[in-house]
């Protein structure tokens, strides 16, 4: 596609619920990161791929978070056991040449109640 | 470990007037890259300007320049002529020079600027 596509726009969810956070970027961006924005703050790592492996997963904050990138494009990141200071804003990006700077989506807003 | 430091949580500025945004940096490294991304409302952040540690010309891009002074590790933002549509959250971000081609964003707190009718 043209951009960096990221769905749902908007997450409502229980504490305690499963969570799965899509995003499609890019076409032929081989690199895709995550990063999570809480309120006020700026973006912080996640992880990030190149292809279809995790080249870096240092920014998971626990195992309840994962994310999956199975075929080298769209990728999910996957809550377990949702809390309520997840909530925060989940920035996906992509891009060919990182130090060009990233192509990112509009991201989801993630809301756990 | 990289920080990126913004200590102008907010700012506001008249249309048409020159504002700047200021960012400090810490890092061992000799060579990497410093950015700035603005986000509207609309959440998406959008690359603004880039520039090469190893380059000691500033970036500029239109409207908008840098001031990069390497031994101090500062890099700050000029937005010239402002426009009403500059208004939103601006981020300084570093990346090391990546090896095996990728590296992560580091972000600072951000500045939220607001132009001014």
């Known amino acids: 596609g043209a951009g960096v596509s990221q769905t749902p726009s908007n997450k409502v969810t229980e504490k305690g619920k499963y969570v799965e956070l899509r995003c499609d970027p890019i076409?032929?961006?081989?690199?895709l990161y995550w990063y999570r924005q809480s309120l006020g703050q700026g973006p912080e790592f996640l992880i990030y791929f190149q292809g279809t492996g995790a080249a870096d997963d240092s920014g998971l904050p626990n195992d309840r978070f994962f994310a999956v990138r199975p075929e080298g494009s769209v990728s999910t990141l996957k809550i377990q056991r949702t809390e309520r200071g997840d909530s925060a804003v989940y920035l996906c990006?992509?891009?060919?040449?990182?130090?060009?700077?990233?192509?990112f989506g509009s991201g989801t807003r993630l809301t756990v109640v | 470990a990289q920080t990126v430091t913004q200590s102008q949580p907010e700012m506001s500025v008249q249309e048409a007037e020159t504002v700047t945004l200021s960012c400090t940096y810490d890092t061992s490294e000799s060579n990497y890259y410093l950015f700035w991304y603005k986000q509207p409302p609309s959440r998406q952040m959008i690359l603004v300007i880039r520039?090469?540690?190893?380059?000691?010309q500033n970036a500029t891009e239109n409207r908008f320049s840098v001031n990069f002074q390497k031994a101090a590790k500062s890099f700050s933002l000029k937005i010239s002529d402002s426009q009403l549509g500059d208004t939103a959250m601006y981020f300084c971000?570093?990346?090391?020079?990546?090896?095996?081609?990728?590296?992560?964003?580091?972000f600072g707190t951000g500045t939220r600027l607001t132009i001014i009718p």
């Open positions: 520039q090469e540690a190893y380059k000691q």
């Open positions: 990006a992509s891009s060919l040449a990182p130090n060009y700077g990233y192509t």
């Open positions: 076409s032929g961006h081989t690199a």
């Open positions: 971000a570093f990346m090391k020079l990546p090896n095996f081609g990728n590296e992560k964003l580091t």
